[in-house]
């Protein structure tokens, strides 16, 4: 089970941390992931990390304002929000799974368990 936390109403180029808090004794298996979306559009990608620290995957759009780590001995994910722009509000969804290869972590079809959402509203 994971559980997310952290979201909330930020102005325009302020932080947030997000938190995706998991059960059980296998998280540190499974690759960790962060999607996020809008009502009536796409499901998107957002950040991933491998179930070895160390090894992120982040989309072009959050690339030098995101980043994500992980605590596998917290059984934690967390996703650090910089310079936040309007365009990234969302509900944002951690999730967990065993992508096949690099490109997999993009794909939201690569993660089995998945938490509900963290609403995150960027004023302008």
């Known amino acids: 089970q994971l559980q997310a936390s952290g979201g909330g109403l930020v102005q325009t180029g302020g932080s947030l941390t997000l938190s995706c808090a998991a059960s059980g004794r296998t998280f540190s298996t499974y690759a960790a992931g962060w999607f996020r979306q809008l009502p009536g559009k796409e499901r998107e990608f957002v950040a991933a990390?491998?179930?070895?620290?160390?090894?992120?995957f982040l989309s072009d759009s959050v690339k030098g304002r995101f980043s994500i780590t992980r605590d596998n001995s917290d059984n934690t994910v967390y996703l650090q929000m910089n310079k936040l722009k309007p365009e990234d509000t969302a509900i944002y969804y951690c999730a967990a799974g065993n992508p096949s290869g690099p490109n997999q972590y993009y794909s939201g079809n690569s993660y089995y368990y998945w938490g509900k959402g963290t609403q995150v509203t960027v004023s302008s």
């Open positions: 990390a491998r179930a070895s620290v160390g090894v992120a």
